[in-house]
């Protein structure tokens, strides 16, 4: 035997920075695999338990209430992206005005959320798709939490 090894074997020689490297490249190689492990899930895997569609939604932030509108074709089948239009008036006299405007989702739905609770004017919101239009009136004073079904003919 000698000093430095055992006769017969080749003894290998590395400086600290060789380690040091090596050791940072499987770490990122490590840290890149599980990333991509989050965020491809593999195929096949459902991203959500629910079968739920999420109705569309927008919010006034004015107040406590909301309408939703369904849209149905002259066949009784949802309208994906039917035009939802509407003004408020709020404020003192009505002088302040919001115009809102969404599309209906792949279920025909829209939210509008955090409607005022109390306006000078009813609200009308317009409703079309195409050449055809339709108009409902909503009155939170009388339902604060309205359900609209819309029939475009």
């Known amino acids: 035997m000698t000093g430095r090894g055992i006769v017969g074997t080749k003894l290998l020689q590395c400086r600290p920075g ?25 195929p096949g895997t459902a991203q959500s ?17 909301s309408a939703t509108i369904g849209v149905t074709g002259a066949d009784s089948k949802p ?9 408020i008036r709020y404020g003192v006299l009505g002088v302040k005005r919001l115009d809102l405007e969404a599309f209906t989702g792949a279920d ?9 609770e109390t306006l000078k004017k009813p609200m009308y919101i317009y ?27």
């Open 18 to 42: 060789d380690i040091l490297e090596v050791m940072r490249s499987l770490n990122l190689t490590g840290l890149t695999f599980s990333c991509l492990l989050l965020a491809c899930p593999l």
């Open 49 to 65: 338990t629910s079968g739920a569609i999420p109705v569309s939604e927008i919010s006034a932030d004015l107040g406590a209430c």
């Open 79 to 87: 309208l994906y992206a039917a035009k939802v239009n509407t003004r």
């Open 108 to 116: 025909g739905q829209l939210k509008i959320t955090n409607l005022p």
């Open 127 to 153: 409703i079309s798709k195409d050449s055809k239009q339709e108009m409902v009136e909503f009155r939170p004073d009388l339902r604060c939490h309205a359900t609209f079904n819309v029939q475009l003919k």
